[in-house]
């Protein structure tokens, strides 16, 4: 089955929004296989965001995103990659439609709430870097013949 990570970033986690983003992923239908609270380091902050090492934001996103815990998870469940960045909704909250995350809870580009992997292979690194093997469950979520 395929999974996909999802993060709330510093932001969603001092606004306390983190029941009302997993709530949106839980009502949607999917399935949290894992979940942490941590600080990022700046390396793993680095590492995570490396395909923006050039872009001209890459330190205000690395500082931003290691400024306080963030809540990392990992979701599974049919099409979760692609779905999962519907449900977040457009990188600029400001051209966020209404009912997704970004357009409902967040205003700026910077502080945009949650991170969601933007394909496969994404998801697969991106899962590597934050959790091990071990910390992903397995157990069957009731009403899943239902999705
Ligand atoms: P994310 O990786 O955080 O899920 O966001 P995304 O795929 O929608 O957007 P991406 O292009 O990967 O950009 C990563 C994060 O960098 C910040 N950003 N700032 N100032 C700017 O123009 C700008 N552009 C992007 C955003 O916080 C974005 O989520
Ligand atoms: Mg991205």
């Known amino acids: 089955m395929e999974r996909t990570y999802v993060m709330i970033k510093p932001d969603g986690v001092q606004r306390q929004l983190i029941g009302n983003i997993v709530s949106r992923f839980e009502q949607k239908g999917f399935k949290l296989v894992a979940g942490k609270f941590v600080t990022l380091s700046k390396e793993?902050?680095?590492?995570?965001?490396?395909?923006?090492?050039?872009?001209?934001?890459?330190?205000?996103?690395?500082?931003?995103?290691?400024?306080?815990?963030?809540?990392?998870?990992?979701?599974?469940?049919?099409?979760?990659?692609?779905?999962?960045?519907?449900?977040?909704?457009?990188?600029?909250p400001a051209e966020a439609a209404p009912g997704t995350i970004r357009g409902d809870l967040a205003v700026q580009v910077a502080m945009n709430v949650v991170h969601g992997s933007d394909s496969v292979e994404s998801a697969n690194r991106e899962i590597d870097i934050f959790f091990r093997a071990d910390e992903l469950q397995a157990y069957t979520k009731a009403g899943q013949e239902w999705v």
Do not use: C, Q
């Open 44 to 92: 793993t902050a680095e590492t995570h965001y490396g395909e923006h090492r050039e872009r001209p934001f890459f330190g205000e996103l690395v500082d931003f995103i290691t400024s306080g815990p963030v809540f990392a998870m990992v979701w599974e469940g049919e099409n979760v990659v692609k779905v999962a960045r519907t449900l977040i909704g457009a990188t600029n």
